[in-house]
């Protein structure tokens, strides 16, 4: 493995500090060069977040006709404002025992690698469908690159037209999953005003809040408690609400002119959130207080009985596919009926301050990718891996 191809490619993708508050164009550029000296035809895509920072989308082809397989993956890493040793940055990649160290080891610069050794590995003079690589920026902070894909990308709407297989390399230690958990973002704000707190001329915003969090922490209760809001297909069975606050105020003695709470929703596959967002939007007017709702993304879910479920399993030598309770690009991605998340490395491990992926799941990875590109671009019998 010391001297893989997947493993000198992790190694330089680790190197580019790519964390979602940047700009990814300088990995993006790197993988353009290398996918288009391999033989693929490369659509960029380019946008600006919120914060007017650049990011780049490529979505690469190789092969003849339609159909055949995607894979996606997302070029960005979370930041690492801590890291477990001080002889190394977290993008400096570090090689110790048996084990890939470095921000994006896991998730997801390691799966990229072990794909782009995959492709490289399989002689498509032999192939009669075409391998598509999708990288997506922003995966880490609410799906912005897989949005655009889907809303402007030509070559997206080929894998959707053609019934592309996808492949979303997210780690799963190389289990099947399915299916996961989805991501919604409820934002609250109240409104009062600064002022000496040992006068009556201030208005403490907490104060306004307070009474919609009582409903909220009920309704919250609600579904942690209440079955018909359980899904135990997944581990935890709940929507996982997380609430995050602050009032900015750094003085005791000044009223808080104002508070703003954030409430983060994993709603999953087969349970209604609707009726769920309703009751959460209804307090909020009964207390006066202003909300923004956003959907990242969808839950994902693949008919846990189709034909790539089937294949991955055999690949595997597994007999039950997975959920996950984390979300990914796939819960954008509801156009492409057959999917799977499914790449090397635990989902444990990523955004750790100790960040890694062993050896032995990259070798796996680039085995499993290689023997899934043979089969659904060139129609060749699954084989069962080494494990």
């Known amino acids: ?4 191809k997947a493993l000198r490619y992790a190694k330089r993708l680790i190197r580019f500090e ?3 508050e940047q700009s990814n164009r300088y990995v993006a550029k790197y993988l353009e060069i290398k996918l288009k000296k391999h033989g693929f035809v490369v659509e960029k895509l380019m946008y600006r977040d919120a914060r007017k920072v650049r990011k780049i989308n490529l979505i690469a082809k190789k ?14 890493v979370v930041p690492a404002p801590t890291w477990f040793t001080r002889k190394a940055t977290p993008f400096e990649p570090v090689v110790a ?12 610069k390691g799966s990229l690698a072990c794909m782009l050794e995959a492709a490289q590995s399989v002689n498509f003079e032999t192939m009669n469908k075409p391998l598509y690589l999708v990288f997506t920026a922003d995966e880490e902070v609410g799906f912005g ?18 019934g592309s297989v996808a492949v979303i390399g997210e780690p799963t230690m190389l289990d099947v999953v399915h299916a996961h958990k989805g991501s919604y973002l409820m934002r609250f704000r109240t409104t009062g005003k600064a002022a000496h707190s040992g006068t009556r001329e201030g208005k403490n915003a907490n104060w306004q809040m307070i009474p919609f969090l009582n409903d909220l922490w009920r ?75 956003k959907r990242n993304c969808e839950p994902m879910w693949s008919d846990p009985d189709s034909d790539l479920v089937k294949q991955a399993l055999t ?6 596919v997975k959920t996950a309770g984390y979300a990914t690009d796939a819960g954008v991605l509801s156009e492409i009926e057959q999917k799977i998340i499914f790449g090397p490395g635990s989902i444990a491990q990523a955004h750790t301050n100790q960040e890694f992926i062993s050896f032995d799941q990259m070798q796996k990875a680039v085995q499993a990718y290689t023997q899934l590109i043979l089969h659904y671009c060139g129609g060749e019998p699954i084989k069962p891996i080494s494990v």
Not at 1 to 4: A, E, F
Not at 315 to 320: F, N, P, Q, R, W
Request: proline share 4%; charged share 20%; hydrophobic share 35%.
């Open 97 to 108: 025992g048996d084990r890939l160290y470095g921000r994006g080891a896991c998730d997801m």
């Open 315 to 320: 690949l595997m030598g597994a007999s039950e």
């Open 219 to 293: 309704i919250r209760e609600e579904t942690e408690t209440i079955v018909d809001w359980f899904d135990e297909n997944f581990s935890p069975p709940t929507v996982s609400m997380n609430l995050i606050m602050s009032d900015s105020n750094q003085a005791v003695n000044v009223t808080s002119a104002r508070c703003t709470a954030q409430l983060y929703l994993r709603p999953m596959p087969q349970v209604d959130c609707v009726p769920l967002v309703q009751m959460i939007l209804q307090a909020a007017k009964k207390h006066e207080v202003q909300v923004d709702f």
């Open 63 to 76: 092969g003849m006709g339609t159909g055949g397989m995607a894979y996606f993956g997302h070029t960005d």
């Open 145 to 162: 690159g897989a949005k655009q894909v889907v809303e402007e990308s030509k070559l997206y709407r080929e894998i959707v037209q053609g």
């Open 18 to 20: 790519s964390t979602s």
């Open 1 to 4: 493995m010391q001297n893989s």
